[in-house]
């Protein structure tokens, strides 16, 4: 069974969704206002129940599948609320948070099993890496969301057709704000989750880079997200390209989040993080 | 007892030629003139003239409509100088009901020639505000006019039919903000010149711009231009030079070549570093080569696109229209419901002081055939006759109240004056 605050969190954030939706459908500011203050409200119980998880496991609570679920949802949530302060746009939250509250809803429909916490899990440069990770992970969400809505509000622009999300949605130059934004301070927590991980894998097996498939893939997602922020800087890439990569990149990190730990052996699996013995 | 009724007398763009409007429209010194001469109007109660450049209204109550009407009429075509039998086909009248329907369609902007201009309003309002200084707006077109302020301004609020630009000006300056979002800081390049072109100038000055530069074949234009917007001048062979450091250009030239080519603006957006570039292309023919359009982060839109904006935002205010119709509907039963409650008002105020002087006058009676009662029960006497006479009636105005809101209100309010004998000889009343 969920803890109390997992359950409230949920519906918390089924109710926002619901703001959210006819804020956007029906162009309701007020609507908009309270889902945001519903969601914050939500997000401070949540952060309660991940700490409180953290307390009783001593250890993150990102070594299942259905932990780390709740935990992505947790810094999307996260990375919206940071990025609605900066910049102010409340139809963000009508893309993003459908989206963390889909992650809630598949990590309540998970069992809650056991897991055996290695002593390798109790360091504090853990929870270092996973935050980090999974913040980087949810800024990139906001990357790929607003990328999204940059294709549509560009594509009514040069087609003519202002249709239904003309109005709703920001204008182009802001979008494009977020991708930078995002991209930079995303890019930036992927950093720290990497070399805060190596640092972790070698107090665990001895080395720094052994070539896990996870290893692999975050280290193609960190270069795919690296030379998008090349070509933003220095070529002067921005708009259309820029979202459209941001979209790409994005699939390569959520093959790397879901794909490689449930598709793939490793010692980053689901399986063996839960406690079948390492390969 | 007479009948208060509501009634507007007026012309708008669709009854009216622009040459009829002009005659009787009331500047602001006739106005005072007008306001004098309709007071003088006899039986006229309450008041109100609307005049603007599309119509001229003037809203009013009395109990004598027949004659107020054509006296109202006769000082239309008096000031007018047309004749009453040329004047009246030219104009609407609305009783009651459609009067009422009508200053709140023409305050929420539903029967503007534009659907939803605001101007409207502020018109509305400050006719109201005249009539409130010269004491011609009483309860029933004070109440009126505030519910008319209300209802235009929720219809704003809740419905779309303000929402979308409908000017070509408007629309360019929208795309703008929806291309750069913050106006604030950019660079305008305003190339030939134009009402439109300067409109949407105007427009861009509004909404912050850093600065304008104005081009123009003759040079000398492009200086005036120029000053008008505080920008600066420059020649048509600079413009590629300027072109890197603008957002928003507005082309209006009549040159019949393209002045922008596909590969100009390729090389531009290079320079650029791809920052977006907005070119707003009033002229006819095309200033900028259509496919300019298809480079990244550079937006084309020609006066053939801008069209077809309004034409759909128009046809997006007609559709909200009809939502506006419906609130108005609504507004106008709720008024009239207020408005027969009103007329209930004197029946009740007379039958009340009818009872009461039936019961002070027997109260009088009896008391001075009894001499030796004490003050206490003196006022213990006056207290029965006052709690009667408010028990007794309390029932009929509850029910003449009750009917105001309903229909078949004149029968019972009839039927009450014959029953408690309101307008009889007033011999039989008391003594």
């Known amino acids: 069974m969920d803890s109390v605050f997992f359950r409230l969190t949920l519906s918390l954030y089924l109710v926002a969704t619901g703001g959210f939706l006819y804020f956007i459908l029906k162009r309701n500011k007020k609507a908009g206002i309270w889902s945001h203050r519903i969601l914050i409200l939500g997000f401070v119980l949540h952060t309660v129940s991940l700490l409180m ?15 780390s679920l709740a935990f992505f949802s947790w810094a999307i949530v996260a990375a919206y609320i940071i990025f609605q302060a900066r910049f102010r746009i409340l139809v963000l939250g009508s893309f993003v948070v459908p989206l963390s509250v889909i992650l809630m809803i598949l990590s309540s429909t998970i069992p809650i099993s056991p897991v055996t916490v290695r002593p390798i899990f109790k360091g504090l440069l853990l ?61 930036l927590l992927l950093s720290i989750g990497m070399i805060t991980g190596s640092i972790v894998a070698q107090s665990a097996h001895g080395t720094y880079w052994r070539w896990d ?45 879901l794909g490689v730990n449930l598709l793939m052996e490793g010692y980053h699996s689901f399986e063996s993080l839960e406690g079948k013995p390492w390969p | 007892m007479a009948m208060i009724r509501i009634i507007d007398i007026g012309m708008n763009h669709e009854t009216a030629p622009v040459e009829v409007r002009e005659l009787l429209s009331f500047g602001e010194k006739d106005r005072d003139k007008a306001f004098h001469d309709i007071q003088a109007v006899k039986n006229i109660k309450e008041y109100l003239l609307l005049s603007t450049c599309n119509r001229v209204e003037i809203l009013f109550t009395t109990e004598r409509e027949k004659q107020v009407r054509e006296s109202v009429i006769t000082f239309l075509s008096r000031v007018s100088g047309i004749a009453r039998d040329e004047l009246t086909p030219l104009l609407y009248i609305y009783d009651d009901q459609e009067a009422i329907r009508h200053i709140f369609r023409v305050g929420a902007s539903l029967d503007s020639m534009m659907l939803g201009e605001p101007q409207i309003l502020g018109q509305v309002k400050e006719a109201y505000r005249i009539a409130v200084d010269t004491k011609s707006s009483s309860v029933i077109l004070n109440r009126l006019m505030h519910r008319t302020f209300s209802l235009a301004k929720r219809i704003r609020t809740n419905t779309g039919i303000a929402g979308s630009a409908v000017s070509i000006s408007f629309a360019a300056v929208e795309l703008a ?103 707003i292309d009033i002229a006819v023919p095309r200033n900028v080569e259509p496919r300019v359009n298809e480079i990244g982060n550079v937006f084309v839109y020609d006066i053939d696109d801008l069209k077809g904006i309004i034409d759909d935002n128009v046809g997006k205010r007609q559709a909200e229209a009809i939502k506006a119709e419906r609130m108005v509907d609504e507004e106008v039963l709720k008024f009239s419901a207020w408005l027969r409650t009103l007329e209930v008002v004197p029946t009740i105020k007379e039958l009340q002081q009818k009872c009461e002087r039936i019961f002070q006058g027997e109260l009088q009676r009896t008391l001075s055939g009894l001499k030796d009662l004490t003050p206490e029960q003196r006022k213990g006497f006056e207290r029965m006759a006052k709690s009667i006479t408010k028990k007794l009636l309390n029932d009929p105005i509850v029910f003449l109240k009750g009917k105001g809101e309903r229909g078949s209100q004149d029968l019972y309010l009839d039927i009450a004056r014959k029953l408690f004998n309101l307008d009889g000889d007033a011999r039989e009343d008391d003594e």
């Open chain 1, 53 to 67: 998880e953290y307390y009783h496991l001593g250890a993150v609570p990102g070594l299942s599948f259905k932990s």
């Open chain 1, 127 to 187: 929870p270092v890496h996973v935050t980090a990770s999974l913040l980087g992970d949810g800024i990139f969400v906001i990357a790929f969301i607003a990328g999204i809505m940059y294709l549509i509000q560009e594509h009514q622009i040069k087609t003519k057709r202002l249709g239904a999300f003309y109005a709703r949605l920001p204008s182009l130059n802001i979008l494009d704000s977020i991708n930078y934004y995002a991209i930079s301070y995303g890019f």
């Open chain 1, 213 to 257: 498939p996870k290893e692999v893939w975050s280290l193609l997602t960190w270069l795919s997200y690296a030379v998008l922020l090349h070509q933003r800087m220095a070529v002067g890439w921005r708009g259309r390209r820029s979202a459209l990569m941001a979209i790409g990149c994005f699939f390569v990190l959520i093959f790397t989040f």
């Open chain 2, 177 to 279: 903000k929806k291309i750069f979002g913050d106006l604030k800081g950019k660079g305008v390049l305003l190339m030939g010149a134009g009402e439109m072109a300067e409109l949407a100038a105007t427009y861009l000055l509004k909404n912050k711009v850093a600065r304008i530069l104005v081009a123009n074949r003759t040079f000398s234009r492009a200086v005036d231009l120029a000053e008008q917007f505080q920008g600066s001048a420059i020649s048509f062979d600079e413009i590629e030079g300027q072109l890197p450091g603008v957002d928003i250009v507005i082309t209006s030239t009549a040159s019949p070549e393209p002045i922008i080519s596909f590969d100009q603006a390729k090389r531009i957006m290079k320079v650029r570093k791809n920052r977006p570039l907005f070119f």
